[in-house]
């Protein structure tokens, strides 16, 4: 079942080219547009919508942070993303006039359900992205956005965040076309740049073994800090689940700018920081967050888009991902931290697939 792979996890970071095209392919019309066959929601409902609110659990609310930023921009409505545990508890601003968005690569999370019957009982609209065809969350949903991503069998979630990512951009895109709020023109270009994607994260694949050989230099460490700016950060957040999640190794991620407001006193010689700097409007600023915590004694692995090279010359290492629009970088910009986060769980002989304390799916509260 593993096709060669040791471990699911491996072979699951390695099926994402397949998942991201499959989920793509199912929403393109041959006229290069996107189409929500067997979803009801009309021109009307989208134009309507003064508010969306996302709301998932782990790396599926990882997802949503991008998921805010990509329909902020591109629908021009305001997005609020939420952890379904907290959101169920706190009485949300919830109408007929809410798009409810559910993520969930399960469809069973406990939470999340509980979260989106609250969200229908205060008359939101409610639209999944699902994985499990038919899972509860589909079910109670009044539309599905699926992932085809395929069976996810490790505990620590990686195509599944890469597909719902996939559906962030293509809900994004639809509803800026449908209201008017993006040119054609970009939402060609954003579209041709989802298509080059699968491409490019195997293009990424002939990293593999630089990246095997940080783990073995960095397998050791007590503590990883994970910091990036705008889509970055919600990419940081994520890098620093897979880590904790399969090699017990005390991680955490912060928005870059925000280090300086107190948790950079926790920098010290030989702490390791990956700094993601994929976006090009940020990327003076995210060079001089590397900076300052180069200051501070710590090593710092950057992530950058090929032909960005300055960043040399302050990090001590550096991935490069493809290049590609800013919009697009959290699809490429995850999967070396994905990569990283397996090799060194295999470096400390962990169990991959079955990280201690954790199950596939959360059914209780
Ligand atoms: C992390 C992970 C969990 C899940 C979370 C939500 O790798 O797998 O954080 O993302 O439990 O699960 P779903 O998406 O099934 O609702």
């Known amino acids: 079942e593993k096709e060669g792979y040791e471990h699911f996890m491996l072979k699951e970071i390695h099926e994402q080219p397949k998942g991201i095209q499959e989920t793509l392919v199912r929403r393109l019309n041959e006229d290069g547009t996107i189409n929500l066959d067997g979803i009801s929601m009309t021109k009307e409902d989208i134009e309507n919508f003064d508010k969306v609110y996302i709301v998932a659990c782990g790396t599926a609310y990882h997802a949503g942070l991008v998921g805010k930023l990509v329909i902020e921009k591109m629908a021009r409505v305001p997005v609020e993303v939420d952890i379904a545990s907290e959101f169920r508890y706190r009485d949300p601003f919830v109408d007929e006039k809410t798009l409810f968005i559910a993520i969930s690569q399960s469809g069973e999370t406990l939470d999340t359900l509980a979260a989106l019957r609250e969200a229908k009982r205060k008359g939101a609209r409610i639209l999944s992205v699902v994985n499990v065809v038919g899972s509860s969350v589909a079910r109670e949903s009044d539309d599905v956005f ?99 999640e399969i090699s017990y190794i005390n991680s955490f991620a912060i928005a870059a700018g925000e280090l300086k407001h107190g948790t950079i006193a926790l920098m010290e010689e030989e702490t390791l920081v990956f700094a993601l700097a994929t976006q090009d409007f940020l990327y003076e600023k995210m060079v001089s967050n590397v900076e300052e915590i180069k200051a501070r004694g710590a090593r710092v692995v950057a992530i950058a888009k090929e032909g960005r090279t300055e960043i040399e010359q302050v990090a001590d290492e550096v991935i490069y991902i493809p290049p590609c629009m800013d919009e697009v970088s959290p699809v490429l910009a995850v999967i070396p931290l994905q990569i990283f986060a397996y090799y060194v769980a295999k470096e400390r002989g962990c169990n991959i697939d079955k990280p201690k304390n954790l199950a596939k799916s959360v059914t209780v509260e």
């Open 146 to 244: 699926y992932t085809w991503a395929g069976p996810e069998i490790a505990v620590a979630s990686t195509k599944a965040y890469t597909t719902q990512l996939i559906c962030m951009y293509l809900i994004g895109l639809y509803m800026g076309s449908t209201k008017g709020t993006i040119e054609k023109d970009y939402y060609t270009q954003v579209l041709e740049e989802l298509k080059l994607l699968p491409e490019k994260v195997e293009k990424l694949f002939g990293e593999e073994d630089q990246i095997a050989a940080l783990a073995k230099k960095y397998h050791r460490k007590d503590q990883v800090f994970y910091v990036g700016r705008g889509l970055d950060s919600g990419v940081s957040y994520e890098g620093s689940l897979k880590l904790k």
